[in-house]
Each structure stands twice: as structure tokens, then as C-alpha cells.
């Protein structure tokens, strides 16, 4: 399917990692290693204690800002909570939703998925919403069947209007952290399965348009072949995007294979 309709993501997910005041010096070492030529959307999700840092380190809005969750509430006695009005006053663009790690310790589960990523399209922002199997769903030949239920569950709570607002992060369980990426034709049979489940719930025109990205290990070394696949339209990255110099040839990459794409 023509890529040309969405947008290309090349989205850091730090995790709990570095420092508030860590953020100026790894942000000038990204720039000066940033391509000239804008090839993709990059953005950095960071701890909440950093969004502040990061969006006066970026006022040029080279790089766009989210936040890694948020509550299902609007506001009230929800202590230790940060809700969605909260982090688009900060200037976020992005909120990932049901990361595996939060579905995990935090428990969430496919409802309070779906409710964060509604609370975050009320504001204006885009849900990064992941899914993705385990290793023995994998295994027992259930992968798409699970991931089906993950995001028809999580597609029922967009709000009417607010569908080509959402971005689908596709993340194998297995291949989180622990430096085994899943193959390019792994990748991208389930990217394109998610994006037929997103067709068949809100028509074509939102199937074209929304941007599914690929998470779990990738690198400077996998990047170009998975971003070449149709259906991958960019990447969530953990351990690679608290190196600028991996990261910036993880979004050299998406120039390398829109190069080859135009030849
Ligand atoms: P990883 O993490 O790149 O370190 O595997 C990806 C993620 O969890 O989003």
C-alpha cells in the first residue's frame, strides 16, 4: 500500500532512563547529527520529569515530544497520576498507550488501553497504542488472533473524527529489550494484518493514512531493512534512542530507504 499517505516515525521510547539534566547535552549531540533535509517525524517519548526539559531544549520543534502513559481520568484525587490535559499543556504530541511493560506491572488491561487512548485524542495529542504476543503465542500460531483482539479493543474507544489521528505500534514481546528483532517478514505480515483490522473497522481512507511503526530491538543495523517493508512506516525504539549517535542512523535509515524507493 502507497506509503505516501502517512507519515514516517522514527519515535525514542527512553523508558526510565537518563536524567532530567541529561537532556541539553544529548539533545545538541542529536542535532548536529540530525539530516539537514527533514526525511520523517522524530520524536523523543521521555519520563514526565522530562517533557519540560525537552520541549525548551526543542522550541524549534525539530523533534516532537510525548510522554511514555497516562490516566484514564481528566483530574481529581487520583494521587501519582498525570492526566492527559496535563501533558498537551506541556506540549506533547504523543502518548504511548499499552506498552507491554505497562500492561505488565502497571496491569492494564485492553479497556484501560483504549479509555488512555481516547483521553489522549480528546486533547488534541496521538496515541502510540503497542500491541504485540508473547513468545508462546508465537509459538502456538495465535499472533494474529491476538493482535486482533488488541487492537479491535483498543479501536473501539476513537472517538468519531479522531481515527487518522491514531499511530499503531507494533511490538513483539519477545523481541523487547532482549536484542532479537523479529524478521522483516515477521514484521511486516503483522503490520499489515493490523492495518487490514484497521480497514475493516474505519474504511480505507483511516487504513492508508495511519502510521503502524515496528518496536523490539531495532538498531542502526535493522533499521533500513524493516523500514523498506509497505507496511512499516517507521520504528518505537527503546535501548537505541539513548545513543544519539544510534539513534540518528536509526532516522538516516528512513532517508537511505526513501532514496531506494525513489530510484
Ligand atoms: P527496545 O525497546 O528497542 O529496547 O527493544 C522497544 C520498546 O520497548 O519500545
Redesign the pocket.
Same mark, same amino acid.
Given at each position: 500500500m502507497n506509503k505516501k499517505y502517512r507519515k514516517t516515525i522514527i519515535a525514542g521510547?527512553w523508558k526510565m532512563n537518563l536524567l532530567p539534566s541529561d537532556v541539553k547535552s544529548f539533545t545538541e549531540e542529536l542535532r548536529t547529527l540530525l539530516p539537514k533535509a527533514k526525511t520523517c517525524e522524530v520524536a523523543l517519548l521521555v519520563p514526565y520529569t522530562h517533557i519540560s526539559a525537552l520541549r525548551r531544549a526543542m522550541k524549534d520543534n525539530r523533534i516532537s515530544v510525548g510522554a511514555q502513559d497516562v490516566s484514564v481520568h481528566d483530574k481529581g484525587a487520583y494521587t501519582g497520576e498525570i492526566s492527559a490535559d496535563m501533558l498537551a499543556d506541556l506540549g506533547a504530541s504523543y502518548v504511548i498507550v499499552g506498552?507491554s511493560e505497562c500492561r505488565q506491572y502497571h496491569g492494564d488491561s485492553d479497556f484501560t488501553v483504549g479509555a488512555k487512548a481516547a483521553a489522549v485524542l480528546e486533547k488534541g495529542m496521538s496515541p502510540i497504542i503497542c500491541v504485540g504476543e508473547s513468545l508462546e503465542q508465537r509459538e502456538r500460531g495465535l499472533t494474529m488472533e491476538y493482535i486482533t483482539y488488541q487492537v479491535l479493543a483498543a479501536l473501539s474507544f476513537v472517538p468519531e473524527g479522531k481515527e487518522r489521528s491514531i499511530v499503531i505500534a507494533y511490538?513483539p514481546i519477545w *523481541?523487547?529489550?532482549t536484542g532479537k528483532t523479529a524478521t522483516k517478514e515477521e514484521a511486516q505480515e503483522v503490520c499489515e494484518g493490523i492495518r487490514d483490522v484497521v480497514r475493516e473497522k474505519f474504511g480505507a481512507r483511516v487504513a492508508r493514512s495511519v502510521s503502524i511503526l515496528y518496536? !523490539?530491538?531495532?538498531n542502526p543495523k535493522n533499521a533500513a531493512e524493516l523500514l523498506s517493508m509497505p507496511d512499516i512506516d517507521g520504528g518505537?525504539? !527503546?535501548? *537505541?534512542s539513548l545513543k544519539p549517535h544510534d539513534f540518528a542512523q536509526i532516522i538516516d535509515a528512513v532517508a537511505q530507504v526513501t532514496g531506494e524507493e525513489q530510484k
Open positions: 521510547n506498552h511490538e *523481541a523487547i529489550g518496536g !523490539g530491538s531495532m518505537l525504539i !527503546g535501548g *537505541a
